[in-house]
């Protein structure tokens, strides 16, 4: 099983604010995915991300998996109180989750 | 498409009862997985499926878990006898395939309360 840190746990911004969080491993995946999870419901798909070095850009959400393939960040560009959740990375082949970054984003 | 559709949204049982869950997958997702999710220990494979078979099962926490799949539109994670530990929400989800170009569909799981 390869696992999967996400730092930070907790992040509390401002609206407007910019941020990242990021997804590291010591394994190498074959790809990975980002979800986000709203309070009351199950992760909704984002992204999934296969190449190194592969930069994938949803809206103001920026994703990049590391050239070795260990490790993928999401930047969020001027965040808004609707970016507010729970984002999690998986393993595409393992199936498996990290224990996710917890956003909230204050108006 | 209706999604993952999950039942019951919330269950609260006494120590000891049998707790049903149950999950439609997607019609044509080859592949279903049952997670648990606690604020402890995050987002927990359980078990998965293929064509109705139970591929991995390695994450079930102990004998008192039991998971089916008996036709390719139903499944159900049972628990008996329940325990306060149990306590957790418990997400069905499906997948066409695995593979880079496909991502889980999860439904809006089951928050159990055991007590």
């Known amino acids: 099983t390869q696992l999967l840190e996400q730092s930070p746990q907790f992040l509390s911004i401002q609206e407007g604010e910019n941020l990242t969080v990021y997804c590291n491993s010591s394994?190498?995946?074959?790809?990975l995915q980002w979800y986000r999870q709203e309070p009351g419901e199950g992760p909704v798909l984002l992204v999934t991300?296969?190449?190194?070095?592969e930069v994938k850009k949803l809206k103001r959400l920026t994703f990049q998996f590391g050239d070795a393939r260990k490790d993928s960040s999401l930047h969020i560009t001027a965040a808004q109180p609707g970016d507010t959740g729970l984002y999690l990375c998986?393993?595409?082949?393992?199936?498996?989750f990290g224990a996710g970054t917890r956003l909230t984003v204050k108006p | 498409d209706a999604g993952v559709i999950q039942s019951p949204r919330h269950e609260v049982t006494e120590m000891g009862q049998e707790v049903t869950l149950r999950c439609k997958p997607i019609?044509?997702?080859?592949?279903l997985f049952w997670y648990r999710q606690t604020m402890m220990r995050g987002l927990e494979l359980l078990i998965y499926?293929?064509?109705?078979?139970?591929?991995?099962d390695s994450g079930m926490p102990e004998d008192r878990f039991s998971a089916k799949m008996p036709n390719a539109s139903f499944s159900t994670l049972k628990i008996q006898p329940s325990e306060p530990r149990d306590s957790a929400v418990y997400f069905c989800?499906?997948?066409?395939?695995?593979?880079?170009?496909?991502?889980?569909?999860f439904g809006s799981g089951t928050r159990l309360t055991v007590v």
């Open positions: 019609s044509g997702h080859d592949y």
């Open positions: 998986a393993g595409v082949r393992d199936m498996r």
């Open positions: 989800a499906s997948s066409y395939a695995l593979g880079d170009d496909y991502g889980y569909t």
């Open positions: 394994s190498v995946f074959s790809s």
């Open positions: 499926f293929n064509n109705n078979v139970p591929i991995d």
């Open positions: 991300v296969v190449t190194g070095g």
